[in-house]
């Protein structure tokens, strides 16, 4: 019998279930809480800019391991669905923000122009996608330090394909 869900999907599935349930029972507490909106459009920027900073390294082609094009194809598979996944986290952010900055702007208007149910539902949003994109920001730390493990277990075998005398410094 095959597997029909695995980890990732259940982490997934509860990040979005947690962040529905915050995002509408919060609404009330974020509703013109001038506070809470700064602070998650900070994180959302500090966070944003890391990824950004993550992507670009993941993304430098001096840091495939040596090796035949067999081993660089195999890094790029791997390194690709990263880049997409960050990618993806990234968009997340910025889709949070925007709601942010939507619900920030329709705040001040006038309920003849944009209705509070408009208003509730916007904020139920931004909490939403802030909520999400910071749970799944948990996952980046782990992911990162198996990336940098693998890097170095990649340069001591690379090392070790070097003749022993090198070793010893000169």
């Known amino acids: 019998m095959r ?3 695995n980890r990732r999907s259940i982490f997934l599935l509860v ?9 509408f029972y919060g609404q009330p507490l974020a509703h013109g809480n001038a506070d809470a909106i700064m602070i998650i459009i900070t994180v959302m ?3 944003a800019g890391f990824l950004v900073a993550i992507i670009a390294i993941l993304g430098d082609p001096a840091l495939t391991p040596t090796g035949g ?16 996944t960050y990618t993806w ?8 923000i925007a709601f942010l900055f939507a619900g920030s702007l329709l705040n001040k208007a006038p309920e003849r122009l944009v209705s509070i149910i408009w208003k509730t539902w916007i904020e139920r949003l931004y909490l939403f996608f802030g909520v999400l ?5 948990l ?6 330090g198996k990336l940098q493990l693998a890097r170095a277990e990649a340069e001591i075998e690379r090392r070790r394909a070097v003749p022993a ?6």
């Open 3 to 5: 597997k029909w869900i």
């Open 15 to 23: 990040c979005v279930a947690a962040s529905g349930l915050v995002s």
């Open 45 to 47: 920027t500090v966070f």
């Open 69 to 84: 094009w067999r081993v660089a194809e195999n890094n790029h598979s791997i390194i690709y669905s990263r880049v997409v």
């Open 89 to 96: 986290l990234f968009q997340l952010y910025l889709i949070a």
């Open 133 to 137: 994109s910071f749970l799944l920001t």
């Open 139 to 144: 996952t980046l730390p782990g992911a990162l």
């Open 165 to 170: 005398s090198s070793d010893h410094p000169t």
